[in-house]
């Protein structure tokens, strides 16, 4: 049996008479999940950060749980209601654009696995992101093959479109290599210490060292608006796979082996004995390349320019942009004071001090979630809602 807290439960729970199984006062707020009531916000009267304890209705017993991913700044007023039984979406009164909206995850596939892995009650936070970004793109081939090349083009032809997703390893750098620009090198045990701990989206053990892209990699690239790319090995790309982040895979081939060879000897980045793996490695990874289902594309590196207008013709670089004709997503800070009311998969939210101050925040098409950031959040004012959108509720 946990320790019940300093507070009761009842106590904290203002009536809202909202039907939405929401319940708030002040810091805290409360919301039933099945045979569970989430508290969420200052919970310990402490920390800045918003803290979570679970009540088991039916033997009353408190939990702390394990509460994974970057957890939101405190805020004055929370407001909270569950969505289709298996997250908790909360607003932050008072709060910008982008720190206004929360997702507390108590029953997604992630969590069930984590809870899983951990034997604990687990709960994981995903900020929400109003609008949409581009997939991040998974770049894989055999060493040498050329993929750090066709990347830097890319990037320096569209550097604002495109940011890199920096690895950690345990490989000692290169010469011309910079720590937290190629890669965070890191030390074996602070990494396996990192991956336990669930900073990492995937990792995979590479030719005889530790790689892995962490969870905040992906999400700095995404929240500076830019669409990822990711140069990770085949079992990366497998791993990415099957997580909750879509993207798009692709795969790079040599013309042969002889060419990787001499690639490989012409970078002269290797010794003889690490060069070596990397070509006995290749052949497991062009045959697990091949693989059906894996890779998206299959794109082979022969002549590099050649190689390189496939790749942009594939991502639609070499079409019209059509960006200036797409509006900007509408993005509004959240009021202190404010009202919130659930209408199917959209949540009208009503300011207090300004009743003509509405907006819609519409969760129809949500992507993403934890492990990183929710989202597809659209928002827009009501009055655009009532003029002639109210059909699709
Ligand atoms: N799974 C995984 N693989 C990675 C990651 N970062 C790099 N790799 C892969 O590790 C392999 C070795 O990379 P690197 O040491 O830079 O050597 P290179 O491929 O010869 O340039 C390559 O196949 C990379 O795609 C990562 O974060 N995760
Ligand atoms: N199409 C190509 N033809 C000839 N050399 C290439 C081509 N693409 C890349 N290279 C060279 O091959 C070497 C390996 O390329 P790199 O981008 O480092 O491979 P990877 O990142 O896949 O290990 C580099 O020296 C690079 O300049």
């Known amino acids: 049996m946990g320790e019940a807290p ?75 209601l569950i969505l289709n039984g298996d997250r908790i979406l909360i607003l932050k009164g008072g709060s910008a654009h982008d720190d206004c909206f929360w997702f507390l995850e108590v029953d997604t596939p992630f969590v069930r696995e984590q809870r899983n892995k951990l034997g604990t009650e687990v709960v994981a936070w995903s900020r929400g992101v109003v609008g949409d970004t581009k997939m991040p793109i998974v770049i894989s081939g055999p060493s040498g093959v050329g993929k750090g090349t066709l990347i830097a083009k890319l990037m320096k032809e569209f550097p604002s479109t495109f940011g890199f997703s920096v690895s950690h390893t345990t490989r000692a750098p290169r010469e011309k290599e910079q720590n937290g620009v190629h890669y965070h090198f890191s030390e074996r045990s602070v990494m396996e210490k990192e991956i336990s701990s669930g900073k990492f989206l995937e990792f995979a053990s590479v030719h005889g060292n530790l790689y892995g892209t962490s969870v905040e990699a992906v999400e700095v690239v995404a929240d500076a608006g830019k669409r990822c790319i990711l140069d990770i090995d085949v079992q990366g790309a497998r ?96 009021p202190q004071d404010h009202s919130v009311s659930k209408i199917g998969q959209k949540i009208v939210i009503g300011s207090k001090e300004a009743s003509e ?29 009532s003029n002639g959108l109210n059909g699709h509720i």
Request: with cysteine; aromatic share 6%; proline share 4%.
């Open 239 to 334: 791993s990415v796979r099957a997580s909750s982040l879509e993207a798009i895979f692709i795969f790079i081939c040599p013309p042969s082996f002889e060419e990787l060879e001499k690639r490989l000897r012409a970078r002269g980045t290797e010794t003889e004995e690490q060069m070596q793996k990397r070509l006995r490695n290749a052949r497991a990874e062009l045959e697990q390349g091949k693989a059906p289902g894996l890779f998206d594309h299959i794109l082979v590196n022969d002549d590099l320019e050649t190689c390189y207008k496939s790749l942009k013709k594939l991502l639609g670089l070499d079409q019209v942009v059509h960006s200036i004709l797409e509006s900007a997503p509408l993005l509004v800070n959240l």
């Open 357 to 385: 101050n509405r907006f819609v925040l519409d969760l129809t098409s949500l992507k993403g979630g934890a492990p990183g950031r929710t989202r597809g959040l659209q928002m827009y004012s009501s009055d655009s809602w």
């Open 6 to 80: 300093a507070f009761i439960v009842d106590d904290l729970l203002g009536d809202y008479p909202n039907g939405l199984g929401l319940k708030s006062k002040g810091h805290q707020t409360a919301v039933d999940a099945g045979h569970k009531t989430y508290v969420i916000g200052d919970t310990d009267g402490e920390s800045a950060l918003i803290g979570v304890k679970v009540l088991e209705k039916s033997t009353g017993e408190w939990i702390i749980p394990a509460v994974l991913g970057t957890k939101p700044q405190s805020s004055k007023r929370l407001s909270a």
